[in-house]
T-cell receptor, first 113, second 110 residues
Framework: DAGVIQSPRHEVTEMGQEVTLRCKLISGHNSLFWYRQTMMRGLELLIYFNNNVPIDDSGMPEDRFSAKMPNASFSTLKIQPSEPRDSAVYFC???????????FGQGTRLTVV | GENVEQHPSTLSVQEGDSAVIKCTYSDSASNYFPWYKQELGKRPQLIIDIRSNVGEKKDQRIAVTLNKTAKHFSLHITETQPEDSAVYFCAASGTYKYIFGTGTRLKVLA
C-alpha cells in the first residue's frame, strides 16, 4: 500500500497565481482531511470530507480556498488568488471507515512570493 | 472552544534517559488520543494512540497514559535514542476532528 500521496511536494508561485494541491487517499479509506501547518499556528484543519462529501469546512480561511473530492480516492485544494500569507506546508490525511487513526501524506510545501 | 495544551514546547534529554510530554484537553467528549512524531521536513507519523476506555498503553519504549477525570494524557519515552529527536504532537478527538497540541521539540543528546 503506497500510503497517502500528495503532489507536488514543493510549489513556488507568485502572488495572485492559482495554486492546486493534489491528494490521493489510501485505497479503501473514505475520510479525507486537509491540514495546514505553520510555525505560528501549528496544524490547522481546513476541511474534512467523508464519502466524498464535505462535512466540515469551517477551517477554510477565506473564499480564496476551495476543495473538491471528485471521487473516492482523490482530492484537490485550490487557492485562487494566492497570497504570501498562504505560504505553509499543506498536508492531507485519510482514515478508514469506522477507524479513528489518520495517516498523513508527505505534504506540499507552498511558497508564495 | 476545544483546546489541547501541550508541554513542554522543547525538551532536551541525555541519550538513555526518559522523556515525558504532557497534554491537557478541554472537550470532555474526546475519546481518542493519538500521538504523532514529525521529523524535520517529513509527515506526522502516528506512533501510539489510546482510547478513553483504557488508562495506559505501551509499545516497546513508548507508553501513553490517560487520566480522563483530569483530562490529562502523557507520552513517555524510555531509553531515549538520538533517532527519537523530532517534534511530537498530541491530539484529542471526539468524532472526526483532531485538535492538535502545539508540539514538543525533543532533542536527545548523544
Amino acid at each position: 500500500d503506497a500510503g497517502v500521496i500528495q503532489s507536488p511536494r514543493h510549489e513556488v508561485t507568485e502572488m495572485g497565481q492559482e495554486v492546486t494541491l493534489r491528494c490521493k487517499l489510501i485505497s479503501g479509506h473514505n475520510s479525507l482531511f486537509w491540514y495546514r501547518q505553520t510555525m505560528m499556528r501549528g496544524l490547522e484543519l481546513l476541511i474534512y470530507f467523508n464519502n466524498n462529501v464535505p462535512i466540515d469546512d469551517s477551517g477554510m480561511p477565506e473564499d480564496r480556498f476551495s476543495a473538491k473530492m471528485p471521487n473516492a480516492s482523490f482530492s484537490t485544494l485550490k487557492i485562487q488568488p494566492s497570497e504570501p500569507r498562504d505560504s505553509a506546508v499543506y498536508f492531507c490525511a485519510s482514515n478508514l471507515r469506522g477507524r479513528p487513526e489518520a495517516f498523513f501524506g508527505q505534504g506540499t510545501r507552498l511558497t508564495v512570493v | 472552544g476545544e483546546n489541547v495544551e501541550q508541554h513542554p514546547s522543547t525538551l532536551s534529554v541525555q541519550e538513555g534517559d526518559s522523556a515525558v510530554i504532557k497534554c491537557t484537553y478541554s472537550d470532555s467528549a474526546s475519546n481518542y488520543f493519538p500521538w504523532y512524531k514529525q521529523e524535520l521536513g517529513k509527515r506526522p507519523q502516528l506512533i501510539i494512540d489510546i482510547r478513553s476506555n483504557v488508562g495506559e498503553k505501551k509499545d516497546q519504549r513508548i507508553a501513553v497514559t490517560l487520566n480522563k477525570t483530569a483530562k490529562h494524557f502523557s507520552l513517555h519515552i524510555t531509553e531515549t535514542q538520538p533517532e527519537d529527536s523530532a517534534v511530537y504532537f498530541c491530539a484529542a478527538s471526539g468524532t472526526y476532528k483532531y485538535i492538535f497540541g502545539t508540539g514538543t521539540r525533543l532533542k536527545v543528546l548523544a
